[in-house]
């Protein structure tokens, strides 16, 4: 099985043979963990790190750093390389049905830069790159860009495939750092800068047979994370000494994290560095390519931002390579959530959701920020009371400010609705609930009657084992306070009488079935049936509390009243009722809290 080699497991285990009896890694790995002594377990696990991996220690030394002061106040330059990249990363790369639908996405999201395809790597993505070019598939302040590596027969080919451009960017890459140079090519420094000039300078000269192009060019000192940065200096200044941007048409140096090998201020020292030192910043754009083996690909975009990268190039969701490149969703929308436009738009994040799983073939996780199915809800108890207290201060507040405990987006901003906020499992508590019934059916609970009811639904998540939805809860809600068939006191009509203050409640209720005429005084109509029920050998209640609301508007509407009733044994019973009059439904509430003793 191999795993042997990395000391994972003592050598006493013969595991094939344990794979034999059980088959599963598991009980593989329940017989050598805990078959050991104590003393004895820390022998499967991995060999101590410190003997196997060396820690990236950066040369940079810049005591006076300046990005950790900065905040950021605009967005940067967007580039998409789902085209390309993230393609490239597919396990089944996109067809052109696929490409094609991708693309629309990305131009209706709002990219200005898009890089479309690496075109000399495939028949597939220079015909992508020639259909866009000759149906007229690039809206007029859209940029498509292409990737090349370092050679002069791929350089031609992709000017090709971009003959009739409007505008066009080509990149060009060649990898830069130590461990490559030694054993990927095998090449010293200047043999990586010949490698480097040769081609830049290709792309001069190819650029010029197309003067109807608009022509943009970029350059990668691919693998810059852990290159050392006077050579990436080096490497940079001559290219730029071929193409001679200015800050009318300048360049694009790429600085890629092509593999994270250190923590992201690591990375946000590197670009504030080479910012510093780079000749005529005025003329480059500086351009970000983070990937994220390391899981930060977010946080060292945002501060190297800060330490002054102009623009960044990343993917929807973070697809690409290994653990990916950097998500571009998360980025724009945290910016979003700081009150910085991002120049990128969301407004229906289900369709974009389902449209790059479609493409890509792969499932966007559920807790993924902002995308996912389950970012925007709550289960837990005190989250869903305290998200219901933030949505009744907003709407009281009503200054346009988003202020919500948990929910750092408005999910509305993104084409989401409020409905799915607040599910309910077990772990759910009152405030959850409440929300459902108040947002699916316009009830609101009070207070001590969110208690009761969420016991009720609680008993019922634990039942059946499952997440509740609105018509489980309302079924529940039904079950416990509106009329049932074993109801022993169901109204049949009656009337009140009498001045405000002495209410005669008259009229007729089927106590167990039987219909009988029932009389009873008070202040007023609740008063009035309690006391009519009393007399007829009903439960003697005590109201400690009432209230009710309308549910709609106009000719539709309906009355809820809820009560809560204490017996003369100390029992506190609650009751609902609900009906197009508000004084019916006050007795139907009476007559529900009866039923519940």
Request: glycine share 6%; net charge negative.
């Given at each position: 099985?191999?795993?042997?080699?990395?000391?994972?497991?003592?050598?006493?285990?013969?595991?094939?043979?344990?794979?034999?009896?059980?088959?599963?890694?598991?009980?593989?790995?329940?017989?050598?963990?805990?078959?050991?002594?104590?003393?004895?377990?820390?022998?499967?696990?991995?060999?101590?790190?410190?003997?196997?991996?060396?820690?990236?220690?950066?040369?940079?030394?810049?005591?006076?750093?300046?990005?950790?002061?900065?905040?950021?106040?605009?967005?940067?330059?967007?580039?998409?390389?789902?085209?390309?990249?993230?393609?490239?990363?597919?396990?089944?790369?996109?067809?052109?049905?696929?490409?094609?639908?991708?693309?629309?996405?990305?131009?209706?999201?709002?990219?200005?830069?898009?890089?479309?395809?690496?075109?000399?790597?495939?028949?597939?993505?220079?015909?992508?790159?020639?259909?866009?070019?000759?149906?007229?598939?690039?809206?007029?302040?859209?940029?498509?860009?292409?990737?090349?590596?370092?050679?002069?027969?791929?350089?031609?080919?992709?000017?090709?495939?971009?003959?009739?451009?409007?505008?066009?960017?080509?990149?060009?890459?060649?990898?830069?750092?130590?461990?490559?140079?030694?054993?990927?090519?095998?090449?010293?420094?200047?043999?990586?800068?010949?490698?480097?000039?040769?081609?830049?300078?290709?792309?001069?000269?190819?650029?010029?047979?197309?003067?109807?192009?608009?022509?943009?060019?970029?350059?990668?000192?691919?693998?810059?994370?852990?290159?050392?940065?006077?050579?990436?200096?080096?490497?940079?200044?001559?290219?730029?000494?071929?193409?001679?941007?200015?800050?009318?048409?300048?360049?694009?140096?790429?600085?890629?994290?092509?593999?994270?090998?250190?923590?992201?201020?690591i990375y946000a020292d590197q670009i504030e560095w080479f910012c510093r030192n780079i000749s005529r910043r005025d003329s480059i754009v500086i351009s970000l390519h983070p990937h994220n083996d390391r899981g930060t690909g977010v946080a060292a975009a945002e501060q190297a931002l800060l330490a002054g990268a102009d623009r960044v190039e990343g993917c929807l969701f973070g697809n690409g390579e290994r653990t990916g490149n950097v998500d571009l969703v998360t980025l724009a929308l945290n910016l979003y959530t700081q009150g910085i436009d991002p120049g990128l738009s969301f407004p229906a994040m289900r369709e974009v959701v389902r449209t790059v799983e479609h493409c890509t073939d792969l499932p966007i996780h559920p807790r993924h920020p902002y995308a996912g199915e389950l970012v925007h809800t709550a289960f837990s108890g005190s989250h869903q009371d305290a998200i219901r207290k933030g949505f009744a201060a907003h709407e009281q507040r009503n200054d346009g400010f988003w202020e919500m405990?948990?929910?750092?987006?408005?999910?509305?901003?993104?084409?989401?609705?409020?409905?799915?906020?607040?599910?309910?499992?077990?772990?759910?508590?009152?405030?959850?609930?409440?929300?459902?019934?108040?947002?699916?059916?316009?009830?609101?609970?009070?207070?001590?009657?969110?208690?009761?009811?969420?016991?009720?639904?609680?008993?019922?998540?634990?039942?059946?084992?499952?997440?509740?939805?609105?018509?489980?809860?309302?079924?529940?809600?039904?079950?416990?306070?509106?009329?049932?068939?074993?109801?022993?006191?169901?109204?049949?009509?009656?009337?009140?009488?009498?001045?405000?203050?002495?209410?005669?409640?008259?009229?007729?209720?089927?106590?167990?079935?039987?219909?009988?005429?029932?009389?009873?005084?008070?202040?007023?109509?609740?008063?009035?049936?309690?006391?009519?029920?009393?007399?007829?050998?009903?439960?003697?209640?005590?109201?400690?509390?009432?209230?009710?609301?309308?549910?709609?508007?106009?000719?539709?509407?309906?009355?809820?009243?809820?009560?809560?009733?204490?017996?003369?044994?100390?029992?506190?019973?609650?009751?609902?009722?609900?009906?197009?009059?508000?004084?019916?439904?006050?007795?139907?509430?009476?007559?529900?809290?009866?039923?519940?003793?």
């Open positions: 099985m191999g795993l042997t080699k990395f000391g994972f497991f003592p050598l006493r285990y013969d595991l094939q043979a344990v794979a034999r009896t059980d088959g599963s890694l598991a009980a593989v790995c329940s017989r050598a963990r805990f078959d050991l002594p104590r003393a004895q377990r820390k022998s499967i696990m991995l060999k101590n790190p410190d003997t196997k991996y060396r820690p990236f220690i950066t040369p940079i030394d810049l005591p006076d750093r300046q990005w950790p002061s900065r905040r950021l106040v605009a967005a940067p330059r967007w580039l998409s390389t789902d085209l390309r990249d993230g393609n490239q990363a597919l396990a089944n790369p996109m067809g052109v049905e696929r490409k094609q639908r991708f693309y629309d996405m990305l131009v209706a999201i709002g990219f200005k830069e898009i890089e479309v395809a690496f075109p000399s790597a495939s028949q597939t993505e220079f015909d992508f790159v020639r259909w866009l070019i000759k149906e007229d598939k690039i809206p007029d302040d859209v940029t498509i860009q292409v990737l090349t590596q370092s050679r002069t027969d791929l350089i031609a080919r992709t000017f090709e495939s971009l003959e009739g451009a409007r505008r066009a960017i080509v990149h060009l890459y060649n990898a830069t750092a130590p461990l490559f140079r030694r054993v990927v090519f095998g090449m010293e420094r200047h043999e990586i800068v010949d490698l480097a000039v040769t081609g830049v300078t290709a792309m001069l000269e190819e650029s010029l047979k197309h003067p109807d192009t608009d022509w943009t060019f970029e350059y990668s000192p691919e693998t810059f994370c852990f290159t050392e940065p006077d050579f990436a200096l080096e490497i940079c200044e001559r290219v730029l000494d071929v193409w001679q941007p200015s800050p009318e048409r300048p360049a694009i140096l790429n600085l890629p994290a092509t593999v994270e090998v250190a923590m992201p201020n405990p948990y929910l750092p987006i408005d999910p509305a901003d993104i084409g989401e609705t409020y409905e799915a906020v607040i599910r309910v499992n077990s772990q759910s508590g009152k405030g959850g609930v409440a929300w459902v019934l108040e947002q699916d059916k316009g009830l609101k609970l009070p207070k001590r009657m969110q208690a009761d009811f969420s016991a009720h639904v609680q008993k019922l998540a634990d039942d059946i084992g499952r997440e509740l939805n609105t018509a489980d809860i309302w079924q529940c809600f039904e079950s416990r306070y509106l009329p049932r068939p074993s109801d022993r006191f169901v109204l049949v009509d009656y009337e009140q009488t009498g001045p405000v203050g002495q209410r005669m409640f008259v009229g007729r209720i089927a106590i167990d079935g039987e219909v009988r005429s029932l009389s009873g005084r008070g202040n007023g109509l609740i008063s009035g049936s309690v006391a009519a029920l009393e007399v007829a050998g009903g439960p003697s209640l005590d109201v400690v509390d009432y209230q009710e609301h309308a549910i709609g508007h106009g000719t539709k509407a309906h009355a809820a009243a809820y009560v809560e009733c204490r017996t003369t044994e100390g029992q506190v019973v609650f009751g609902a009722g609900i009906d197009r009059d508000i004084a019916t439904a006050s007795v139907r509430a009476i007559l529900s809290a009866a039923n519940n003793t």
